[in-house]
Structure formats: structure tokens, C-alpha cells
């Protein structure tokens, strides 16, 4: 049996943690219960009554088909992100690992992309692909692509795609590179002694090394692309054209802010709430699974 | 099955040499061991065979093919290094076979070849775990058993025992040695540890500021060290060096006392004798103050300072020897046994 330690009772450490607790009640749990009591409640047309209407707001969203489709664009949207900015910035890792020379500058150039805002990031890719004005449409009129994304919804969903993905690529280049530099040079170089060339040697064993990385990394940028992105949609397509690159963050703020509809907005940011917990606790029971060396 | 021959191979790292003019030519079948303090260029020798390191200049061949560009794949050799480099995500028998399994070799064929060096290694019982879950005796054996399914004409190893403990390290020396001549594979085996280096090669190569100092058999090296350094680094305890002065084959030592040595030359020349070499006897030349005697039950080792002259000098006597801190005693030596070494070159100079 251990012994119970005795501590004289003392005011001092509920002091000293009271900063933080105040903090996050003020600023996380007070808002998010706000979020789950307005998602219960139904307020008439001219906002003077609300009524407490339990899971009505609930049932409405899921029966909604312009919901439903919101949510399967939103699971598109980040796995095509996830996909896009993880790909690239593995390939750009790969490459990294292998500079002998100005390998510094070359990381520092990579880095920069996530030092920019998500609404300045967005805003350079709309003067980019400006219709009228932008580099881009102009080159692709040349091999015959009419670009439009104000009008074309795939071309405005692609257009987001790739700024937020852009946006992303630094921060999992980063970590990439990192994961691939922990790995001994000794086992590489027996693998080149085995007969295994370089493509071989990323296959066989970079990548299956790296995998917990590549894990964090994913869960890491399903939260990017379900919650970060809203600033460069904002900027760029509005959520438009006719709703192609609504996601549920946006449409939290579309419903709520635009729409005025408190209590469905309410009830579609606990359902996130609860995605991104769920998320959280996917990441924290798995990742901690590592390859051991 | 192979020679190696190295041809006036240097290495620079930008402005700096590391390795000066390397030359040495390996028989087919010979274990030859590379050993030097750290820092001397031994295990850049041996990456530069194979083909992990550029050769600056000079030229390597294995066989008759000279291998200076071609890939480590291309140079059929297999190397064991020293923290083993398992492939961590992948049982032992996935290690073993990755190499065959890359050249295309039958499916039939490579299980015969692991579980035939499995057998040897004695680690058939752990074909299905991770490295991870192996100790470190276990892991060297795999990482030995991935080089020999390979069956290479070159074995490279790169200081493959010092991560593991002393007795461990011993058996796995005499396992080495006898895995090397049964299947008498050409091998190349850097080490730091002289012992180590005394009691696996057919030749050394001793190393030093990336000059070969000496190249020859173990006994070679110990009867005849062609230089200060290897009289030094080979033997232990390691060989005194003491100044005296030469003439007309006699060896003048600081306390006066003259030795008659095989030598011609005349002047300052550096005399060594090694510890064991040394004969107690109430006459002899070499007199030494006590400073501090070590037994080790079978022999004892006599430290103290030599008589006139603050030279720290070493004996070692068969036995148990008591001798008081402070009390003098006097050694002799046969001339066979005195190295006599030029000062300012410390090449030796024969009689």
C-alpha cells in the first residue's frame, strides 16, 4: 500500500491554476455550451422569440439534401487537400534530404508559403486566376481551357484545392523532412549495398519509416481542410458559385451570419465540434504508435 | 572470390587530405583488418570500397575490374555495420532476403540460402521477429547472416562488435574468424581495438593520420614494427620508448649505463622494449624507480620512472612480483629485443 502524502490545504495551488481554468471557461467551454443550448432552440421569423425545440434543428439538417451534400464536398475537399499538399511536400522532402548543396536556402524558400494568412494566400490566387486579369486563364486559353471559376463550380472547387493545399505544403515539408533526416544514413546506405536504387530505397524504406508521420500528418490536415480553410474560400469564391466550394465551415457562417439562421448554424458547429473531437481522439490513441528503430 | 587491390588512393574532404597515397593489394581469400586510433581514415578506407564515399584519386579494384565509379550495388560486396542497420520495419527474414529478392532470385532460392544462413548463424528460432525484438548479440548475427546470403565476393566490416559487451564482443571475434575461412570470402575489417585487430587478421594495415604506417602479418607487426607507432599501438601494455644515445653498436641510456644493441647507427636514436621482454636481473643496464606495481595473477606489471631520467617505463614480470614504491630495480634485455628507431622520423632502423 502506497501512503497517502498529506499536503496542509492551501489556497495557493488553486491560485496558480485558476489563470488557465478562468480562460478556458471564459473562452472555450462558456462559447461551446452557448453553441450546444442555441442549437436547441428555434427562433421565429422576425428574431423576437425563440423556442426550445430539442433536436429539431438536427433532424432539419440531415434531412436537408443541400446538408448532406455540403458534408460529402467538405470530405472531397480534404482529402483532396490532404492528398495534394502531403504528396507534394513528401516529393519536395524527398528531394530536400538528398541536397548536398544550398540545402539551407532551399528549406528556408520552402518554409515561407506558411508564413503567409490563409486570406493574403487567397487573395494572391484569385489575382492569379483572375478571368480577366489573371496569368493563369491566360495561359490556359492556349491549350484551349476557358477559365472561369466564377462561373464554373469544378474550376472554383480545384482553384480552392490547390490555394489551400499550397498553403499546407510548407508545414508538411517540414515535418517530412524531419521524420526522413531521424532515419540512420546506415540503413540507406545498406539498402544501396543490397542493390536498391533510390526510387526502391524511398519505397521499401522511407516511406514505410516515415508512416507515423505520415498519419499525424493526416489527421493534422483533415483539421486544416475542415476548419482552416475558411479564410481562403472567403476570399476567393465566397463559398460559390451556387454553393460548389460550400464546406461545413462555411456554411456555419453562410447559415448564421447571411442566413440568420442561429439555430441550424448552431447545430451544424457542434456536429464539427464533435468531428473534430473525434478526430482528436483518433490521433492521440494512434499516433503514439511509432516504428521503433 | 576476389583480390582487392588499392592503388595510391587519396581522399580530401575540400582543401583537407584525409587519406595520403594509400596502396595495399588483398589476396583472394584473406582477412585483412584496418585498425588506427579514431580519426585516422580506417573506416573512409572502407567506405571508399565500398562505393559509399568518392575516391578523390588512385584507383580500387576487386578482381580485376577496377570499381572506382560503379555503384555499391554494382561492386558485389556486402557490408555488416556497426550499429547493424536493420531494416527495423521488416522481420529478420525479410532483412535477410531483401538483398536476392532485389536480383530477381527465385522465391525457392532464397528461402534455401536463409534458412542455410540461418543454420549457420544459429538464429533459425527468430526468422518471424523484428529487429526490435532481438538482443544485440542477435542483431549482429542477422546483420552477418543478410551479408552472407548475398554470397559476395568482398565482406566488409565496419567495427561490427564495438556496440557490444566485452565477453559478448570475444565469442563473436572467434565467430567471425571461423565463419570467414569456412566460407573464404576476401574481407576487409576495420576495427580501433588491437586485440581484436591481432587475433582475426591474416594481415593488418595500421593507420595513422591517414598514412599507412604498416602492413603485414600480426606476428610481423609485433616482432618487427617499422615504425614508433606501431611499436606502440601493437602490445599490451604498449612498448617503452626511451632516448639513448648510439655508437659503434652500443646504447648509451641517461643513467650511463650502456647497452650492446644491433645497431650501426650513432647519435640520438629512440630505443624500444617491450614490457614482457624485460628479465629481472640484479646486473642489468635498465634500472627503474617504483612508482606502483599492479598484480594480474598471472603476471605483474612494474611501473616506475627510469633511473636519471623522468621517462615513465613499464615492466612486466611472469608471477607475482612485491616490490616496495620507491626501491630500485634493474632489467635486462636480449638484443633481439630492442627496437632501435630514429628520432625525428620514428622509422626503424635495422642492424
Known amino acids: 500500500m502506497l501512503k497517502r502524502v498529506h499536503f496542509p490545504t492551501s489556497a495557493l495551488p488553486y491560485l496558480l491554476v485558476a489563470p488557465q481554468i478562468i480562460i478556458t471557461l471564459i473562452f472555450f467551454i462558456w462559447p461551446a455550451s452557448q453553441a450546444v443550448y442555441q442549437s436547441f432552440l428555434i427562433e421565429d421569423a422576425f428574431g423576437l422569440s425563440s423556442e426550445f425545440v430539442w433536436f429539431e434543428n438536427f433532424q432539419i439538417l440531415f434531412e436537408d439534401s443541400l446538408y448532406l451534400e455540403t458534408f460529402w464536398r467538405t470530405i472531397l475537399f480534404s482529402a483532396a487537400v490532404a492528398v495534394l499538399s502531403m504528396g507534394s511536400a513528401l516529393i519536395l522532402a524527398a528531394f530536400a534530404d538528398r541536397v548536398v548543396r544550398g540545402a539551407t536556402t532551399y528549406r528556408t524558400l520552402l518554409i515561407w508559403p506558411y508564413a503567409v494568412a490563409p486570406v493574403l494566400a487567397g487573395a494572391l490566387w484569385v489575382f492569379m486566376f483572375n478571368p480577366t486579369l489573371g496569368i493563369f486563364p491566360y495561359i490556359l486559353e492556349f491549350i484551349g481551357i476557358d477559365w472561369n471559376h466564377y462561373l464554373n463550380g469544378g474550376q472554383a472547387m480545384t482553384l480552392v484545392i490547390f490555394a489551400a493545399a499550397w498553403k499546407q505544403i510548407a508545414y508538411n515539408f517540414l515535418f517530412y523532412l524531419a521524420a526522413m533526416q531521424s532515419i540512420p544514413r546506415s540503413l540507406i546506405e545498406a539498402a544501396a549495398i543490397d542493390g536498391a536504387g533510390p526510387v526502391r530505397r524511398f519505397w521499401d524504406h522511407i516511406f514505410p519509416l516515415i508512416s507515423p508521420t505520415t498519419f499525424f500528418l493526416l489527421v493534422i490536415n483533415a483539421v486544416y481542410a475542415f476548419f482552416d480553410t475558411f479564410g481562403i474560400i472567403h476570399a476567393v469564391t465566397q463559398g460559390g458559385p451556387a454553393n460548389s466550394t460550400t464546406i461545413l465551415v462555411y456554411k456555419v457562417f453562410n447559415d448564421g451570419f447571411v442566413g440568420l439562421d442561429l439555430g441550424g448554424s448552431a447545430a451544424q458547429s457542434v456536429i464539427l465540434m464533435i468531428l473534430v473531437i473525434a478526430m482528436t481522439v483518433v490521433q492521440f490513441r494512434y499516433v503514439e504508435r511509432k516504428v521503433e528503430y | 572470390m576476389a583480390s582487392i587491390s588499392l592503388k595510391d588512393l587519396v581522399k580530401t574532404y575540400g582543401d583537407v587530405e584525409v587519406l595520403h597515397h594509400v596502396e595495399g593489394e588483398i589476396q583472394d581469400g584473406e582477412l585483412i583488418v584496418i585498425v588506427g586510433p579514431s580519426g585516422c581514415g580506417k573506416s573512409t578506407l572502407l567506405r571508399m570500397v565500398a562505393g559509399l564515399e568518392t575516391v578523390t584519386s588512385g584507383e580500387i579494384s576487386i578482381g580485376d575490374k577496377v570499381v572506382n565509379k560503379l555503384e555499391p550495388a554494382d561492386r558485389d560486396i556486402a557490408m555488416v555495420f556497426q550499429n547493424y542497420a536493420l531494416y527495423p520495419h521488416m522481420s529478420v527474414r525479410e532483412n535477410m532476403a ?151 653498436g652500443t646504447l648509451a641510456l641517461a643513467n650511463g649505463a650502456t647497452l650492446t644493441g644491433g645497431t650501426q647507427a650513432s647519435g640520438k636514436v629512440t630505443l624500444g622494449v617491450r614490457p614482457e621482454h624485460l628479465v629481472q636481473d640484479d646486473t642489468g643496464e635498465i634500472r627503474i624507480t617504483v612508482q606502483m606495481v599492479e598484480q594480474l595473477g598471472a603476471n605483474t606489471l612494474i611501473h616506475g620512472l627510469l633511473e636519471g631520467s623522468d621517462t615513465e617505463f613499464v615492466a612486466s614480470a611472469a608471477g607475482h612480483v612485491t616490490a616496495q614504491a620507491g626501491t630500485l630495480m634493474s632489467f635486462t634485455a636480449a638484443a633481439e629485443d630492442l627496437h632501435i628507431f630514429d628520432a625525428t622520423s620514428g622509422k626503424r632502423i635495422d642492424a
Open chain 2, 98 to 248: 531483401y538483398g536476392l529478392k532485389i536480383r530477381k532470385i527465385s522465391k525457392d532460392e532464397i528461402d534455401r540460402r536463409v534458412q542455410e544462413a540461418a543454420e549457420i548463424l544459429e538464429i533459425g528460432a527468430y526468422l518471424d521477429r523484428k529487429p526490435r525484438q532481438l538482443s544485440g548479440g542477435q542483431r549482429q548475427r542477422v546483420a552477418m547472416g543478410r551479408a552472407i546470403v548475398r554470397n559476395p565476393q568482398v565482406f566488409l566490416f565496419d567495427e561490427p562488435l564495438s556496440n557490444l559487451d566485452a565477453k559478448l564482443r570475444v565469442q563473436m571475434r572467434l565467430e567471425i574468424r571461423k565463419l570467414q575461412q569456412r566460407l573464404g570470402v576476401t574481407s576487409i575489417y576495420v576495427t580501433h581495438d588491437q586485440v581484436e585487430a591481432m587475433t582475426l587478421g591474416d594481415r593488418l594495415m595500421v593507420l595513422n593520420g591517414g598514412y599507412v604506417e604498416q602492413f603485414g602479418t600480426p606476428i610481423e607487426l609485433y616482432d618487427r614494427p617499422a615504425t614508433v607507432f606501431v611499436a606502440g599501438f601493437i602490445g599490451s601494455p604498449s612498448m617503452n620508448f626511451l632516448p639513448v644515445e648510439a655508437s659503434g
